[in-house]
């Protein structure tokens, strides 16, 4: 059976990434992440899309691309096929690089968008303090500080980084990614069981009782304090769904933690 044709918006911003298979590096080298920001300059002369921010990671990529004329897809598709061969042929290997097709998430406020640049310059945070998030060099947010963006990548959207240089400037615009990947297991859920409508309360009670929602939450009180917060989300929970409902959207929240967070952290 063909797979289903991913739906995107003209016009809006996405929220792109992709994995590597079984978490495997996708960028060995730096020559590798230089390689994939030459293809996504090319890739914004051959395709009508704007690319807004982004990083690349070890194993992993994030983009925020704005699709100008529907042919976001075809951006994606070409950047990542040609990346795919030029690493094989480097590295004498074959075979799918990328776990699967890429994943999207369509922007649809202003709100969002800005914790969405939050949440991808945050990403070197497993190893580089805050502070010096801006000096990671393959993400955008040290072109935003510095004030010299690549000619190739779009800014009228993003916040004002312009001059932020000590690290309490850049705390400021950096709180916290906690929020945005509560909303983005909220539209997940939402998606993934629509019959349920599920409020934001329902997302953050079944983040606190999963196994890896200690990592998310980061919590800093008392162990007495974690586990009145435990109690009450469990209570919250047992009101509004049944236990096979609990355990089903548990595990769900479990698969997409495990997809979604640093990989150094679900190794502590």
């Not at 329902?202 to 009180?221: F, P």
């Not at 586990?227 to 769900?252: H, I, N, V, W």
């Amino acid at each position: 059976m063909a797979r289903t044709k991913r739906q995107t918006y003209d016009k809006c911003f996405h929220h792109v990434m992709n994995r590597g298979r079984r978490k495997e590096p996708i960028f060995k080298d730096d020559s590798d992440y230089r390689v994939f920001l030459d293809l996504l300059s090319k890739g914004t002369k051959r395709f009508p899309t704007e690319i807004h921010a982004y990083c690349l990671m070890g194993n992993h990529f994030h983009l925020i691309v704005r699709n100008v004329d529907g042919e976001m897809n075809w951006f994606i598709h070409w950047v990542v096929g040609q990346y795919v061969k030029v690493f094989n042929q480097k590295y004498e290997i074959d075979g799918p690089l990328f776990r699967d097709r890429y994943k999207s998430t369509v922007v649809d406020s202003e709100e969002y968008l800005v914790h969405l640049f939050n949440y991808v310059h945050r990403n070197p945070l497993a190893f580089l303090p805050e502070h010096q998030l801006h000096t990671y060099p393959f993400s955008s947010l040290g072109k935003y500080v510095n004030g010299c963006p690549d000619a190739w990548l779009s800014t009228y959207a993003a916040p004002s980084f312009s001059g932020l240089n000590s690290a309490i400037e850049v705390g400021a615009v950096y709180r916290s990614d906690s929020e945005l990947m509560i909303d983005d297991l909220h539209r997940h859920l939402g998606e993934l069981c629509s019959g349920m409508n599920l409020a934001k309360e329902d997302v953050e009670a079944l983040v606190r009782v999963s196994d890896y929602g200690h990592l998310l939450t980061g919590d800093q009180v008392s162990e007495s304090t974690t586990r009145k917060r435990l109690q009450r989300a469990r209570g919250r929970l047992t009101k509004r769904f049944t236990e096979e409902q609990e355990l089903e959207l548990t595990d769900s929240v479990t698969t997409w933690l495990v997809g979604h967070l640093p990989p150094s952290l679900l190794s502590h």
